[in-house]
Nanobody, 122 residues
């Protein structure tokens, strides 16, 4: 069992930046691929970014490439998402998630945090 806790969401103007953080508790953190998934009301969860164990592979959704950066610290059991040049369409609840293996399909992820709201005003 892995428990995840996000922080760092909030309200920002378009063009601004936010940094999301996620702390992991429970089973060894470094065996999991860690990622960020987001969801807006009435829509399915959408993959944002993922980083495999030992930072071996990093993937981004096309909509955030060049603006978001995912990173992890397997000593501190944390994963972060630096979000720059934010747009109103980035407004969503952002979830930290963990999965054994490597996938971008939100329904395949095993463990989820409670989510943190990100709101980007125009």
């Amino acid at each position: 069992q892995v428990q995840l806790l996000e922080s760092g969401g909030g309200l920002v103007q378009a063009g601004g930046s936010l940094r999301l953080s996620c702390g992991g508790y429970g089973r060894p953190f470094n065996i999991y691929t860690m990622g960020w998934i987001r969801q807006t009301p009435g829509n399915e969860r959408e993959f944002v970014a993922a980083i495999t164990r030992r930072s071996g592979s990093i993937r981004y959704a096309d909509s955030v490439k060049g603006r978001f950066t995912i990173s992890r610290d397997d000593v501190k059991y944390t994963v972060a998402l630096q979000m720059n040049n934010l747009r109103p369409e980035d407004t969503a609840i952002y979830y930290c998630a963990a999965v054994l293996g490597d996938t971008t399909e939100p329904r395949a992820w095993d463990y989820w945090g409670q989510g943190t709201q990100v709101t980007v005003s125009s």
